[in-house]
C-alpha cells in the first residue's frame, strides 16, 4: 500500500497517462494471522485502510473517474440477513475492532463520491490453498468458532465487480457474497470428509465473536442470478490445489 508521497506520485502519473474510466481499489493493510493484529499496527492500518481510499477517492473525483472501493462484510451479525439499507451492527459506538472501524471510515469518505461503487465481501475463498483462503484457515485452526456466515468465492467477485461496470450498474454499495449462509463446522466437516484435515478441530461458541449475514437481493438484480454459496464450495473443494 503507498504511504510515502513518491508512492501516490507515481499514482497520479499513471492516471494521467492511462486516463481510465473505472478505478478499482483492491488495496487494504490486512496483518497476519487475523485482522484483529491490525490493533498493534495502528498507523500501517490507517494508512492503508483509510488515507490510502481518501486520496484515491480524491483523485477520482478530480478526474471525473468512476471509483471501485473493496470493503468487508464483517459489519454485520448472524441475528438475520442484512442488505445494504440496513445500518451496521458493529461501529464506533460499540464492538468493531480496529480493522472494522477503518473499514467503516472509509466507506464513509468513498461515500461522499458520487460515482462510487462500495462492494463488501466476506470470507474470500476459492479452490486455491493459501493463507488468505477462508477454506486454508480452517484447515489450520485447533479450534473453530462455529457460526453461520455469508461468504464470498473470489473468482465469482471478480466476475460480479466486472458486470456492475459493463451493466452500468447504479453507483452504491453492494453486498458481493454467494448465495445463502453456511456454518464453519459444516464447512470444516465437508473439508474433512475430503482429507484435507487430519485431524477434526474443536468446535467452540463465544458471546464475543459472531457471524454475518449479508442478502446480495441488490446484486442480483443489477447483474443476475448469483450462484449458491454451497455450489461454490463444493466446487472449490473438489478442485482443492494443494500448495506446495
Known amino acids: 500500500v503507498a504511504g510515502k508521497r513518491g508512492d501516490f506520485d507515481v499514482i497520479v502519473d499513471m492516471v494521467r497517462e492511462h486516463r481510465p474510466d473505472l478505478i478499482i481499489n483492491a488495496a487494504a493493510f490486512i496483518p497476519n494471522p487475523t485482522v484483529d493484529a491490525c490493533k498493534d499496527h495502528p498507523k500501517e492500518t490507517i494508512v492503508g485502510n483509510v488515507a490510502f481510499p481518501l486520496f484515491m477517492s480524491h483523485l477520482c473525483r478530480l478526474g471525473n473517474i468512476a471509483f471501485m472501493h473493496l470493503s468487508t462484510g464483517c459489519l454485520f451479525d448472524e441475528q438475520r440477513e442484512y442488505d445494504e439499507q440496513d445500518d451496521t451492527t458493529r461501529g464506533w459506538d460499540g464492538y468493531c475492532g480496529f480493522y ?3 473499514k467503516l471510515l472509509a466507506e464513509s469518505i468513498v461515500h461522499t463520491y458520487d460515482k462510487h461503487y462500495i462492494l463488501r465481501l ?5 479452490e ?3 493463507p488468505r483462503n477462508y477454506l486454508t484457515k480452517l484447515t489450520k485452526f485447533d ?13 465469482d467477485f471478480a466476475k ?4 456492475l461496470w459493463e451493466k452500468r450498474a447504479p453507483f452504491g454499495t453492494y453486498h458481493c457474497v454467494n448465495t445463502g449462509q453456511m456454518s464453519a463446522k459444516a464447512l470444516t466437516m465437508n473439508l474433512g470428509m475430503q482429507g484435507l484435515i487430519p485431524k477434526l478441530p474443536e468446535f467452540v461458541h463465544s458471546p464475543d465473536t459472531t ?3 449479508l442478502s446480495n437481493a441488490k446484486l442480483a438484480a443489477a447483474i443476475g442470478p448469483v450462484r449458491s454459496v454451497h455450489e461454490a464450495v463444493a466446487e ?3 478442485n482443492w490445489r494443494k500448495s506446495e
Open 128 to 130: 486455491v490453498d493459501h
Open 236 to 238: 472449490s473443494i473438489s
Open 211 to 213: 457471524g454475518a449475514w
Open 100 to 102: 472494522v472501524g477503518t
Open 160 to 163: 460480479w465487480a466486472l458486470d
Open 143 to 155: 479450534k473453530v468458532f462455529d457460526h453461520v456466515n455469508s461468504l464470498t468465492h473470489r473468482g
Open 122 to 126: 466476506r470470507l474470500p475463498f476459492d
